[in-house]
C-alpha cells in the first residue's frame, strides 16, 4: 500500500479477498496497523453475511473503510440452502442494518433465475434488495459451472429441470445460460433481470440515499455519469 501511495498516489483501495472480515481477531490488528500508517487513505473489503457484526463494523469504519460488498444471492432459505451457502436471510437483513448504522456504503450481488426459483420468487428477491436498505445491488443470472455439485444436480435430478446453453466465460457471467423451468424461457428471466436493476435504481428512496451522500461537485458529476451509464445498460438489455 506504501508502495502505490509513494510511486502514484492513490487515495483508495480495495480488498477482493471473498471473506475479508473472517478472522475478527486478524481484523482488529490490521486496522490498528492500517490507522497508523495510512490515515489519509479510504477502503473497501468483501465478506460474507455471517462474518459482520456491528462491532467489526464499527472498527473498520474508524480505520477508513467507506464500503463493503456483500453476497447475499436470493431471498429465500430454501435457495440459499440449495446452494450450500450456509448463511441465513437473518443474517443477511442484520448485514445491511448494520452497514447503514454504522455509515458504511453497502452493496450486494443477487443471484436470480436458481434451480426450482419462480418469477414470483425472483421479485420476491428484488424488493428484498430494496427493502434492507442497500446502496447498490446487483442482479446476475445464475449459471451453473461444470464440475460443481450443482452442476451435476441440474443434469441428473428432474426435480431442478430446465433449459440449458451451458459454457463458460467468466465468474460474473452476463448472459443467461441456464433458465429454470417456472421461467419457461431465456427472455422472461433476462426481463426479470432487467426488472430488477430498475425496479432498485429508478425509485425515490434509492435517489435521496444517493443525494444525502454528494459531498463536492465531482461527485455530482460521478453520480451523473453513472446515471448515463446505467441507462445505456437498460437501453442495451431492452434491444438485445
Known amino acids: 500500500i506504501g508502495y502505490f501511495i509513494e510511486k502514484y498516489g492513490i487515495e483508495q483501495i480495495a480488498f477482493n479477498d471473498d471473506d475479508f472480515l473472517f478472522d475478527h481477531a486478524w481484523v482488529k490488528s490490521f486496522c490498528e496497523k492500517f490507522k497508523s500508517k495510512f490515515r489519509s487513505i479510504y477502503w473497501g473489503c468483501s465478506t460474507r453475511v455471517d462474518s459482520v457484526s456491528l462491532e467489526i463494523l464499527k ?5 477508513g473503510c467507506w464500503f463493503i460488498y456483500y453476497g447475499m444471492e436470493t431471498a429465500h432459505q430454501n435457495l440459499l440452502d440449495l446452494l450450500k451457502k450456509n448463511t ?15 455509515g458504511l456504503v ?10 426450482t426459483e419462480t418469477p414470483k420468487m425472483g421479485w420476491e428477491t428484488i424488493e428484498f434488495a430494496k427493502e434492507i436498505g442497500l446502496d447498490y ?4 443470472p445464475f449459471h451453473p459451472f461444470p464440475g460443481t455439485e450443482i452442476y451435476k444436480m441440474l443434469m441428473t435430478n428432474e426435480l431442478y429441470s430446465g433449459r440449458y446453453e451451458i459454457r463458460y466465460k467468466g465468474i460474473y457471467e452476463p448472459q443467461v ?8 424461457n431465456k427472455a422472461t428471466l433476462e426481463k426479470m433481470i432487467g426488472e430488477g ?27 451523473i455519469e453513472c446515471f448515463i451509464f446505467f441507462l445505456f445498460i437498460l437501453f442495451r438489455r431492452k434491444e438485445s
Open 137 to 140: 445491488a446487483f442482479f446476475l
Open 88 to 102: 441465513t436471510i437473518r443474517q443477511a437483513r442484520d448485514a445491511a442494518h448494520w452497514a447503514r448504522k454504522t
Open 106 to 115: 453497502s452493496e450486494s450481488t443477487f443471484m436470480l433465475g436458481l434451480p
Open 177 to 184: 445460460t441456464y433458465v429454470p423451468s417456472a421461467y419457461g
Open 59 to 63: 472498527e473498520i469504519k474508524e480505520a
Open 197 to 223: 436493476y430498475r425496479s432498485f435504481y429508478l425509485n425515490l428512496p434509492f435517489v435521496i440515499r444517493q443525494l444525502r451522500m454528494l459531498r463536492s461537485l465531482n461527485d455530482f458529476k460521478d453520480l
